[in-house]
């Protein structure tokens, strides 16, 4: 059988996350069944990772193996086609069979927006999160620093996980802001359940006052998720890329 590699890119706002779950609407199934129209075949699509509700993506990688004949960079117009307005392939190719979307990948990007202002944009709503209270820009962006290394980010995990071995290594963090709009990516190795909203809403926290700007590492030291602030909600986050 043919191993076939998609880049995905969609608008999280309508969709129970990735991963396919009984009566309700996911990435996962959607792709499913637009692929099932092209190969006339049941396929399961091995995602690189599940993402929550809400959650958006520009750099999805999924795969999927067929016996399907098509071409492999026509399967990206062949899917899209049988696709809704919020899901698009924008990539896709035929890998060795060893290829895992999941298994296979070094790291991950993500992005998220916060939009600073008192006033909420209607056109936003379901892209940023909108924090209406002013921020200290350039304190959140000394601490973000803090958040680079290889760490037992505990701290930073929300309750519910079943993984046992909780450090990752952070790569790079970047904080820009461009007037209302602050742009904060991430890069690293791997991440916990919810770890980029946790720092995220950390960062927020240090931003408003809340949280003293010097205890990001106090906070990673303790391994008590109670010592960092609040999670970001899922709208403004996106999987910018995974990495092979």
Same mark, same amino acid.
């Not at 010097?214 to 990673?220: A, C, K, N, R, Y």
């Given at each position: 059988m043919r191993n076939i590699k998609l880049i995905i890119e969609y608008d999280g706002t309508n969709y129970f996350g990735w991963q396919?779950?009984?009566?309700?609407?996911?990435?996962?199934?959607?792709?499913?069944?637009?692929?099932k129209k092209v190969t006339k075949e049941d396929v399961n699509i091995i995602g690189s990772g599940r993402t929550d509700r809400g959650v958006h993506a520009r750099g999805q990688v999924a795969n999927f193996f067929t016996d399907s004949r098509i071409p492999s960079e026509k399967f990206?117009?062949?899917?899209?086609?049988?696709?809704?307005?919020?899901?698009?392939? =924008?990539?896709? &190719?035929?890998?060795?069979?060893?290829?895992? *979307?999941?298994?296979?990948? %070094?790291?991950? !990007?993500?992005r998220y927006l916060i939009y600073n202002r008192r006033v909420p944009s209607p056109l936003l709503r379901n892209l940023a999160y909108h924090v209406p209270q002013k921020l200290?820009?350039?304190?959140?962006?000394?601490?973000?620093?803090?958040?680079?290394?290889?760490?037992?980010?505990?701290?930073?995990?929300?309750?519910? =996980?079943?993984? &046992?071995?909780?450090?990752?290594?952070?790569? *790079?963090?970047?904080?820009? %802001?461009?007037? !209302?709009?602050?742009?904060?990516r991430i890069n690293g190795n791997g991440f916990l359940y919810n770890m980029v909203r946790i720092v995220v809403g950390t960062l927020v926290d240090i931003g408003m006052g809340k949280i003293c700007s010097?205890?990001?590492?106090?906070?990673?030291l303790s391994r008590e998720r109670k010592n960092a602030g609040?999670?970001?909600?899922?709208?403004?986050?996106?999987?910018?890329?995974?990495?092979y």
């Open positions: 396919k779950q009984p009566n309700q609407a996911t990435i996962q199934e959607t792709l499913e069944d637009s692929i990206k117009d062949a899917i899209n086609a049988n696709l809704p307005k919020d899901i698009a392939i =924008s990539h896709s &190719e035929e890998v060795d069979s060893a290829f895992h *979307s999941r298994y296979s990948a %070094k790291g991950k !990007e993500y200290d820009f350039n304190i959140m962006r000394k601490s973000a620093t803090d958040i680079v290394g290889t760490h037992d980010f505990r701290s930073f995990m929300a309750s519910g =996980s079943s993984v &046992e071995d909780t450090t990752r290594t952070v790569y *790079s963090v970047q904080l820009d %802001k461009n007037y !209302e709009l602050i742009e904060f010097s205890s990001i590492p106090e906070i990673i609040h999670t970001a909600p899922p709208h403004g986050l996106y999987l910018e890329r995974v990495l």
